[in-house]
């Protein structure tokens, strides 16, 4: 078998390079005329995708598009109606591609679609495509199934940072908001746990005091009764029964 490469002198990497060339040409030339023929688009979900093995396959790409899979790992879509900001998902997330901003509401501020109470805002929910690794697990860790992958897989851009894509849709004011009522609320709640303490330690004081102002009661002295020789009147009994 002869080696590629093995001739390093100058008309034997001349003849190595037309060797080659016609072996590359020869392959050519063998599919010049399945060339003439096109392949028909299939999905790759049909039993028919795997009949046709020669032809042209390629496609005028974005002017025609071959099928794709309706269920495929392609981009994530949060539908933040329905998103309770539960950070699962970020927490199982192996890449760290979403980046998550609660705000604790003070009450409930709505309900999703199926009927999951929603209490935290969303005040950044950011996904970046370019870090994500398609693995999926954010999408079953969701309790309410709001976090999927649609079938758009063509986000080609010229700037990274447009893979970048938010999903939360406050305003700065409304964020602004929520945060100062969170921080009213926070502090309302420590003052009624220092005014608890307060009257804990108050009620505590004065029953201590309390005990301390009453006399003490005097202890009952305890004194022995003497024990009564019971053998003597025994003996005495027992010599009245023998006279």
């Known amino acids: 078998m002869k080696r590629k490469g093995a001739n390093n002198t100058y008309f034997g990497n001349i003849t190595e390079a037309f060797d080659t060339l016609i072996s590359g040409l020869k392959t050519t030339w063998k599919h010049i ?9 299939k999905n790759v979900d049909s039993d028919k995708y795997f009949e046709k093995q020669e032809g042209l396959f390629t496609v005028q790409y974005p002017r025609f598009e071959m099928p794709v899979p309706e269920k495929g790992r392609y981009q994530l879509h949060n539908e933040i109606e329905d998103c309770i900001v539960c950070d699962k998902c ?5 890449v760290d591609c979403i980046d998550i901003e609660p705000v604790k509401a003070t009450e409930e501020i709505g309900k999703t679609s199926d009927g999951t109470p929603k209490r935290i805002h969303a005040a950044k929910f950011d996904i970046d495509m370019a870090k994500c690794c398609f693995c999926g697990l954010c999408t079953t860790v969701c309790p309410t199934e709001c976090l999927t992958m649609s079938q758009d897989y063509d986000y080609s851009t010229f700037d990274i940072t447009d893979h970048n894509f938010p999903f939360s849709k406050m305003t700065e004011k409304e964020i602004s908001d929520a ?22 330690a108050t009620s ?11 006399p003490k009661a005097a202890k009952p002295k305890f004194k022995p009764r003497p024990m009564k020789k019971k053998i003597d009147s025994d003996t005495d009994d027992n010599k009245k029964d023998d006279n």
């Open 179 to 200: 945060r100062a009522d969170l921080e009213k609320a926070m502090e309302e709640k420590a003052a009624k746990a220092r005014k608890k303490a307060e009257n804990r």
């Open 33 to 41: 005329p399945l060339a003439r023929k096109k392949r028909s688009a």
């Open 204 to 214: 505590e004081s004065s029953e201590k005091s309390s005990e301390a102002a009453k």
């Open 90 to 94: 970020a927490k199982v997330c192996p």
